[in-house]
Nanobody, 117 residues
């Protein structure tokens, strides 16, 4: 079965950086669009960044210029490099995969990112 396992979350000061990783298994990785979503309590889950199998990327306006999504098909892994982090980036970040460009058929368990001084 498909498994998505996130890592790399944690506590960081404002202005700092983190890199999230998502290792996928049980799927033909290169066929899937991969995405990162985030959710804070009481709010809907929102798309942060997405990369299609053709390497087309899409970002939420709030993270453009600060976050970069990438994928390594040889390692079945997708990354989210997060720079210039702000307190409002604090959320649980979820990795997702899908055969459509919405990348929302399968989900990881989530990893907490907290931006605070």
């Amino acid at each position: 079965q498909v498994q998505l396992v996130e890592s790399g979350g944690g506590l960081v000061q404002p202005g700092g950086s983190l890199r999230l990783s998502c290792a996928a298994s049980g799927m033909t990785f290169w066929l899937y669009a991969m995405g990162w979503y985030r959710q804070v309590p009481g709010k809907q889950r929102e798309l942060v960044a997405l990369i299609t199998r053709r390497l087309i990327t899409n970002y939420a306006d709030s993270v453009k210029g600060r976050f970069t999504i990438s994928r390594d098909n040889a390692k079945n892994t997708v990354y989210l490099q997060m720079n210039s982090l702000k307190p409002e980036d604090t959320a649980v970040y979820y990795c997702a995969a899908g055969l459509s460009d919405s990348a929302s058929d399968y989900w990881g368990q989530g990893t907490q990112v907290t931006v605070s001084s």
